[in-house]
Nanobody, 124 residues
Framework: VQLVESGGGLVQAGGSLRLSCDAS????????TAWFRQAPGKEREGVSC????????YYADSVKGRFTESHDKARNRIYLQMSSLGPEDTAVYYC??????????????????WGRGTQVTVSS
């Protein structure tokens, strides 16, 4: 199984980015997926998750109203649309497949799958 993120980069504050994640030997639509991020010196944060079986979505308070996670079943791809970005959103973003996702939060589990991450840098 391999997950590969793309779409990161440098953006000015107030701008937008869309992250993508492709997978091999893993069907996103059969599993709950998530985006995590980690900034230097900070703990890893679960940003969002989506459970395709019933459409359950979760967003961290820090991104609610600005970020949207979605699935493209036909392409077996997941997205994280990010808008109104600020310097506090600077981090490495990881897509994860097979998480525990509820309306209240997202947790990594022992047998989930992680991509290598993509850097998002927001300049002020």
């Amino acid at each position: 199984v391999q997950l590969v993120e793309s779409g990161g980069g440098l953006v000015q504050a107030g701008g937008s980015l869309r992250l993508s994640c492709d997978a091999s030997e893993f069907i996103f639509d059969d599993h709950a997926t998530a985006w995590f991020r980690q900034a230097p010196g900070k703990e890893r944060e679960g940003v969002s998750c989506l459970r395709p079986s019933d459409g359950t979505l979760y967003y961290a308070d820090s991104v609610k109203g600005r970020f949207t996670e979605s699935h493209d079943k036909a392409r077996n791809r997941i997205y994280l649309q990010m808008s109104s970005l600020g310097p506090e959103d600077t981090a490495v973003y990881y897509c994860v497949g097979g998480v525990f996702c509820t309306e209240s939060g997202v947790e990594s589990v022992w047998n989930d799958y992680w991509g290598r991450g993509t850097q998002v840098t927001v300049s002020s």
